[in-house]
T-cell receptor
């Protein structure tokens, strides 16, 4: 396992279409995070999972966005009825977490660049 | 609400210079602080993580310090090289969950 993997790397879609991104975390990491980054800004938190449970969602995650992690391994992020404002880099990260852990270093994937035209 | 500020927004230095990047945060109740590097169009590469009980971490030419009570961290890069050119992001973890990022410092090291 060489790190967090995201697919696709780039996605161009027409406004109104649905898109789905996949993230494969580092295998022993039980936490998985989704962030969104627009040009010139730092990443903004969207949501995170501990195993298969989605524990927190940002207000940025409108009802057009849904994320799943069905078996506590890979995760998908779906955007329905895409808008031009959804154009951004979508980043996935994973980290170890659990009782007694002190090192919760987050590792990021290469991101999926979404362009809505 | 946690807010993270990075100064300067951009920095251009000649090769070989030592430099310091600054990060400040408003809520000192952090779990840890992490420095990342981001190359254009790429994801984030973790550089250093400092837990809230620590004051500094070192990796090669990089040294990061943390003063939790004053809400500040610095990233020191020794003997800078053109390959160090990238955007450097500081992020704090609050309550063991989400990371809150600054907007980054864009570093250019000129040969």
């Amino acid at each position: 396992d060489t790190g967090v993997s995201q697919d696709p790397r780039h996605k161009i879609t027409k406004r109104g279409q649905n898109v789905t991104f996949r993230c494969d975390p580092i295998s022993e990491h039980n936490r998985l995070y989704w962030y969104r980054q627009t040009l010139g800004q730092g990443p903004e938190f969207l949501t995170y999972f501990q195993n298969e449970a989605q524990l927190e969602k940002s207000r940025l995650l409108s009802d057009r966005f849904s994320a799943e992690r069905p078996k506590g391994s890979f995760s998908t992020l779906e955007i329905q009825r895409t808008e031009q404002g959804d154009s951004a880099m979508y980043l996935c990260a994973s980290s170890p977490w659990g009782s007694g852990r002190t090192n919760t270093e987050a590792f990021f994937g290469q991101g999926t660049r979404l362009t809505v035209v | 609400k946690q807010e993270v500020t990075q100064i300067p927004a951009a920095l251009s230095v000649p090769e070989g210079e030592n430099l310091v990047l600054n990060c400040s945060f408003t809520d000192s109740a952090i779990y840890n602080l992490q420095w990342f590097r981001q190359d254009p169009g790429k994801g984030l590469t973790s550089l250093l993580l400092i837990q809230s009980s620590q004051r500094e971490q070192t990796s090669g030419r990089l040294n990061a310090s943390l003063d939790k009570s004053s809400g500040r961290s610095t990233l020191y890069i020794a003997a800078s090289q053109p390959g160090d050119s990238a955007t450097y992001l500081c992020a704090v973890e609050t309550s063991g969950s989400r990371l809150t990022f600054g907007e980054g410092t864009q570093l250019t090291v000129n040969p």
